[in-house]
């Protein structure tokens, strides 16, 4: 009962914060932005904003996922009559590698502001250096790990198709989803909206499953 109730909340929580996290964290002066709008940005409520989101919100929101993905694998394992090990590594690894590279971005977004307010701007040429954090953080979020959550969603979806988990509308708009996220170039921000989006659907059906399962049981 624990696993399909821990992956629903888990996967509903996730979606939440992961979201709220990467809008606070994205917005922002700009690259563009010269170092006295970048200054007033970090030592305002702006800056403020980026450490919520970078100490707060994205830690949770990882934690959250690493929850999903645990809750969901055991429920999956609940209904498979033969499990494939491969298969059901390659969604561990591949879920930890992404909120790894997730934590790694954001911690990229929250050294600027962190360096603004702790350090000396004019002395230490913080300015500089945290547009190449910004640039850094980007690329490993919207290459990388991004290319590392569809991954995460094949094999999750191949493993809880076989189940019988997801129904087959979900597991072919997931297939879609899989291959914007791996073979997409661009920096589009709503492509950032596939992963939340898959977890709190895949969430509410493992949630919902279960509790007509335990109806029927009853």
Known sequence: MFQGSGAGLAGFLFSVLFTWGFVLLDHGPGRTADDAALVAYYQGSGGTSLIVAGFYLVPFAGLSFLWFMAASRHRISELTLREDPLLATVQLASGIVFVAMFFVAAAAAVSGVTAVRVGDLASTGVAGATRTMLTYGDALLMIFGFRMAGVFILASTTRALRAHLFPRWFSLLSYLAV??????????????LIIPVWVVVAAAIILFRRIVGQRAEA
Do not use: C, K, N
């Open 179 to 192: 291959a914007v996220l791996l073979f997409s170039l661009s920096y589009l921000r709503w492509i950032v």
